[in-house]
């Protein structure tokens, strides 16, 4: 059974960091793109952020690009986002996802809360 | 960036009835190479995760009832829910993924009357 369990959410200052983690099973995560995806409350959902099989490249929306940073351990099978520089507009849950056929997220994790706050 | 309207925002219908959901994108999703629509639809329901419900526009994901059927190309696509029930109250959104960045539509929420 496929899994992803998202952790490292929580509540943060305007301008801090923080690191999300996605810890993954029942499949071979050294295979599968990783995907981010997060919803503010209330809200609709936005991609943040896509990293490739063995971690080459990646890919983010100019909301998140040159502050967010995409990353996988493949020998851990954990996928990372490392937030940076966090804006009270970054409020959201944050799901870890593996995407099938492109970008088509076909499993989704439970998701972690941040919120940026002062 | 591809933008995706969705419409309605809301609908509220009855247990057994039939409802349509819209999805349209700004551009086509259609890829000549393959003639695949690379547009998905998502459920939501409340407080839960976005389950995955149809890929290529009109493949079901695995376990999805066949009560749920997407149909459409190019730039106008559809969710037909059949014989609604009570547990499909939730928000349904629909994505392109044919070109980064991967986008959705704002979502329509079903309601149960």
């Known amino acids: 059974e496929v899994q992803l369990v998202e952790s490292g959410g929580g509540l943060v200052q305007p301008g801090s960091p923080l690191k999300l983690s996605c810890a993954a099973s029942?499949?071979?995560?050294?295979?599968?793109?990783l995907n981010w995806i997060r919803q503010a409350p209330g809200k609709g959902l936005e991609w943040v952020a896509s990293i490739n099989p063995d971690g080459s490249s990646t890919y983010y929306p100019d909301t998140v690009k040159g502050r967010f940073v995409v990353s996988k351990d493949n020998a851990k099978n954990t996928g990372y986002l490392q937030m940076n520089n966090l804006r009270s507009e970054d409020t959201a849950m944050y799901y870890c996802?593996?995407?099938?056929?492109?970008?088509?997220?076909?499993?989704w994790g439970q998701g972690t809360l941040v919120t940026v706050s002062s | 960036d591809i933008a995706i309207t969705q419409s309605p925002s809301s609908v509220a219908v009855s247990v057994g009835e039939t409802v349509t959901l819209s999805c349209k994108s700004s551009q086509s999703l259609l890829y000549s190479e393959n003639q695949k629509d690379y547009l998905g639809w998502y459920q939501q329901k409340p407080g839960q995760t976005p389950k995955p419900l149809i890929y290529w526009a009109t493949n079901r994901h695995t376990g999805v009832p066949d009560r749920f059927t997407g149909s459409g190309s190019g730039t106008d696509f559809t969710l037909i829910i059949s014989s609604v029930q009570a547990e499909d109250l939730a928000d349904y959104y629909c994505?392109?993924?044919?070109?980064?960045?991967?986008?959705f539509g704002s979502g329509t929420k079903l309601e149960i009357k």
């Open positions: 029942g499949f071979t995560f050294s295979s599968n793109w």
């Open positions: 994505e392109q993924y044919f070109v980064y960045p991967p986008t």
């Open positions: 996802a593996r995407s099938r056929y492109h970008n088509w997220f076909a499993y």
